[in-house]
């Protein structure tokens, strides 16, 4: 009864009302957008770094974790074929995928087949030809300027900015010379089928792709691969999931504690600084809301101030009446948490709704990343998760009950005895 009575009040007294729900609702459409925002960047770096680096899990040498920024391929998986079906027995759900670093000199011919340049590339063969999820994962087909994917074994696909600098275009035959697992020499003539752009400098530079069938021929690494990729269901992330199949496999296969050319698991929270990239967005997210908990608490208790001097005659007319203090006070305390809610739930909406349109069509900021090597997708989109339906409720409704607090301690300041000489 007296809630639909304050609730009345409240709305009728827009002059009390009306500047607290602004900034209730301004301070939670900050809070709920910027979390989506937040979200989406840390899922388009977990995503891009899985998808090109880190996978969700990989299984690796002991040895090649050790020295994982070198990617030598003669620290690679030996047996890669009899792992690969383990994997697939004891872990059916997750999608494993094998992957093959090379690095050397690319040979750009002349009209008469001498040499014109040369250049150095960053080469990665792929399971492109037998695995079309491998293809769709990377999203080739997306990133493809000219040209066509690769359909056979001595075709190449390559960098846009490799292609743009060295006059690259779809046809030409270029020669690889780089060495093998074994450090020999090696080199073979590559068809380039296709010009691919994914819009991240550390890509983009001087990148080749080849089918991994084929880089086993000219590197001699047949039956051995460097990493094995594993993707959890749906490419969706999940730590704890991953921790749990990471411990499983190394317990499961301990040779790599006496072995250093044993396989050994990684997920993607113990690479590339991703464990304390994910501890730091939290904790961001965390101290983004206690700061705005804390700065909207000033600005709601100036207001309530204000309102207070305001109603300070109606909270004298109210104890002369003889209601309680501790009554008025309570009453304050639940009015604002009407305004706090009603507030909150309009900036939860328009943070969504926000969030929503990015989502869809994303914030380009490609001009700006041309010197950043990190793997980030330059179309950065808000992700929309079920916390957001609720976070911008602590900031919204508890910084208008600290203001209101704060402010409303003036009504045990009142004293009874001057109220009839301040209404006379």
Known sequence: ????????????????????????????????????????????????????????????????????????????????DALFDQLRTHYPQVSWSPRIYFGGLLDIPDADGETLAQGPVAGTAYDLLTNQVESERLHLANSLVTGRLIGSGKEALVSVDFAERFEVSPGDTLTFFGSTMYGSMSFTNLTVV?????????????????????????????????????????????????????????????????????????????????GDMLAYMKSITFIMVVMLVFALSIVLWNTGILGGIRRYNEFGIRLAMGEP?????????????????????MGTILGLLLALYLRKYGLDYGSMMDNISMLIDPVIRAEITPRMFWVGFIPGVISILIGTALAGMAVYRRKTAELFRELS
């Open 1 to 80: 009864m007296i809630t639909g009575f304050l609730w009345k009040g409240v709305v009728r007294d827009r002059g009390r009302s009306i500047m607290p729900f602004i900034v209730v609702t301004i301070g939670v459409f900050v809070v709920v957008f910027l979390d989506g925002f937040m979200g989406g960047m840390l899922s388009n770096m977990i995503d891009m770094t899985a998808r090109f680096d880190a996978g969700h899990l990989k299984v690796v040498t002991k040895a090649f974790e050790e020295n994982d920024m070198e990617k030598n391929n003669d620290l690679a998986i030996l047996e890669a």
């Open 194 to 274: 296709g010009i691919v752009r994914f819009g991240n400098a550390a890509l983009d530079r001087g990148a080749i792709i080849v089918d991994i069938s084929y880089a086993r021929q000219f590197l001699d690494m047949e039956n051995a691969t460097t990493e094995i990729f594993g993707f959890l269901p749906d490419d969706l992330y999940k730590q704890e999931e991953a921790e749990a199949i990471k411990r499983d496999f190394n317990t499961r296969f301990p040779a790599w504690e006496e072995d250093e050319y044993a396989p050994y698991m990684l997920q993607l929270a113990d690479q590339s600084g991703m």
């Open 325 to 345: 203090q501790g009554h008025i006070y309570r009453t304050m305390l639940l009015e604002s948490l009407m305004i706090g809610a009603a507030g909150s739930v």
